[in-house]
Each structure stands twice: as C-alpha cells, then as structure tokens.
C-alpha cells in the first residue's frame, strides 16, 4: 500500500456556521473520494531529516484567519503543521461558491444543455482552485491534481463557516 497518502481527514468545525445540505453533501463526497484515491507526499525536513513515513492523518483547520495543514501519522503521531494564507484562495472560492449556486439552481428548472455549461464552468473554477492550493502548498506538501480537488473543495467548506 502507498505511504504518500491520507489514510483519515478530520475538519475541525469549531467556530463553523451549521452547513447547507448542499454543502454537507459536497463535504462528505469529497472526504470519500479522497480516502478512497489520494496522494500526499512530505518532503525531508533540513539536512536531511526523514519525515515520519505515512500514511497521514490529516486535520485540516482555520485558526487565526489561515487554513492549517496538521499532520500525523496512522498511528496518530504528530508530523507537523503548516499555515497557508487565505488570501490567495479568497477570489476562486467566491466564484465556486457563486457558480454552485447557480449549478443548484439549474439542475431544478434548466434543462439538460444549459446544466452542462454551468457544470463545465463550475469544474474550470474547482481546477483552478486545486492549481492555487497546488502552488501553495509547494515545498511543504507534494498533491496530485485530483487530491488537490477534492481538499480544495473541503478549503470551500472551511470558507463558508469561516
């Protein structure tokens, strides 16, 4: 089995506003899916030091208005935690918040045609977020783009309790 993954993800709701069904839907998919197929790789610490190897626990956070990577390992032994600055994610996370809405509320009185391009847009938008937290997280953590997908979108569900 590969070590370079998350083997359980936690999100600490402490402070986080109740979610919306759609929300908690888009929460509880993501988390599947990426348990199910992820990549997760920690570079060697300074001078060489090994990282403890994985699989990770992952609980992800925001404290002090910064999104918070805390990594153990299975075994529950702490690894690490970084903080990235949300400001870069602020803009794509407005716009995947907006075009959901939009999705939610077509996929009810639209038809089939219009549904796809609000759904294309919609993925141009969760791509670019997974681009965003692809280059934040350089040097701290190694993510393939569909796990970088799947945390952006849990980074989403951070934001609107946020």
């Known amino acids: 089995m590969n070590a370079n993954r998350i083997c359980h993800i936690e999100i600490d709701q402490t402070h986080l506003a109740a979610p919306t069904p759609e929300i908690e839907q888009e929460r509880k998919v993501a988390i599947f899916d990426l348990l199910e197929d992820n990549s997760f790789a920690l570079p060697e610490r300074h001078e060489g030091e090994a990282i403890p190897e994985g699989p990770y626990r992952l609980l992800l956070a ?15 032994d702490k690894v690490g935690e970084f903080h ?79």
């Open 62 to 76: 925001i404290r002090e208005r910064r999104l918070v990577f805390d990594i153990a390992t299975q075994g529950n």
């Open 84 to 162: 990235l600055s949300l400001s870069p994610f602020r803009q794509v996370v407005k716009d995947y918040f907006q075009i959901c809405e939009s999705y939610f509320s077509a996929v009810k009185t639209m038809p089939p045609s219009q549904i796809e391009a609000i759904d294309m847009a919609r993925r141009g938008i969760h791509n670019e977020g997974a681009r965003v937290l692809q280059e934040r997280l350089e040097g701290k953590a190694a993510v393939d783009i569909d796990t970088a997908r799947r945390l952006f979108t849990l980074i989403c569900v951070l934001h609107f309790g946020g």
